[in-house]
T-cell receptor, first 117, second 116 residues
Framework: GAVVSQHPSWVICKSGTSVKIECRSL??????MFWYRQFPKQSLMLMAT?????????EQGVEKDKFLINHASLTLSTLTVTSAHPEDSSFYIC?????????????FGPGTRLTVL | AQKITQTQPGMFVQEKEAVTLDCTYD???????LFWYKQPSSGEMIFLIY??????QNATEGRYSLNFQKARKSANLVISASQLGDSAMYFCAMREFSGGYQKVTFGTGTKLQVIP
């Protein structure tokens, strides 16, 4: 199989604090990982694409200093929401691709629900 | 212009009937991939079916089939013999390769409700 996990599943934090979300590919090596955010009843919006060992590519309008992405290994990518505010409350989903260029090999994590008070 | 367009915010279908969920896309890349995902109320994204731009035949996976019309840039999902468990949000997505990087864009989704 191809399993992607996310931790934590949900988190509530105070405004101004930073929150780290982990995305792990449990049984395969992921050369590319994607981070999405989803507002209630809306679609997934790609935030950034990260390739192992290189800097993440952020989508237009996504603040790099606000959403720090680290893809340090082939099985782990982290998203850190720095100085979180209530408007950052959202459902964050990661996905992982087994091989660069393999078109149908993208597997999603279960998501992390972030609530900022 | 929208990369992926799903024009049906919501759909109802009778149990055991077939339903078609519409998806049109826009890209200038010759090589791309089209996906359909199901998202139940629990939130996880479930991969349903994939169609490559060079695939000659329409993709099928069990009760799911993708009606790929390249000239029209449409990739409609057909669910046959609907089941109550099919009630969920359905997202169409497109993968492109830009500057050596993959990029996946999602449509706005269609909420499908299967009626007993």
């Amino acid at each position: 199989g191809a399993v992607v996990s996310q931790h934590p599943s949900w988190v509530i934090c105070k405004s101004g604090t930073s929150v780290k979300i982990e995305c792990r590919s449990l049984d395969f090596q992921a050369t590319t990982m994607f981070w999405y955010r989803q507002f209630p009843k809306q679609s997934l919006m790609l935030m950034a694409t990260s390739n192992e060992g290189s800097k993440a590519t952020y989508e237009q309008g996504v603040e790099k200093d606000k959403f720090l992405i680290n893809h340090a290994s082939l099985t782990l990518s982290t998203l850190t929401v720095t100085s979180a505010h209530p408007e950052d409350s959202s459902f964050y989903i990661c996905s992982a691709s087994k091989l660069a260029g393999a078109p149908n090999e993208q597997f999603f994590g279960p998501g992390t629900r972030l609530t900022v008070l | 212009a929208q990369k992926i367009t799903q024009t049906q915010p919501g759909m109802f279908v009778q149990e055991k009937e077939a339903v078609t969920l519409d998806c049109t896309y826009d890209t200038s890349d010759p090589s791309y991939g089209l996906f359909w995902y199901k998202q139940p109320s629990s939130g996880e994204m479930i991969f349903l079916i994939y169609q490559g731009s060079y695939d000659q035949q329409n993709a099928t996976e069990g009760r799911y089939s993708l009606n790929f019309q390249k000239a029209r840039k449409s990739a409609n999902l057909v669910i046959s013999a609907s089941q109550l468990g099919d009630s969920a949000m359905y997202f169409c997505a497109m993968r492109e390769f830009s500057g050596g990087y993959q990029k996946v864009t999602f449509g706005t989704g269609t909420k499908l409700q299967v009626i007993p």
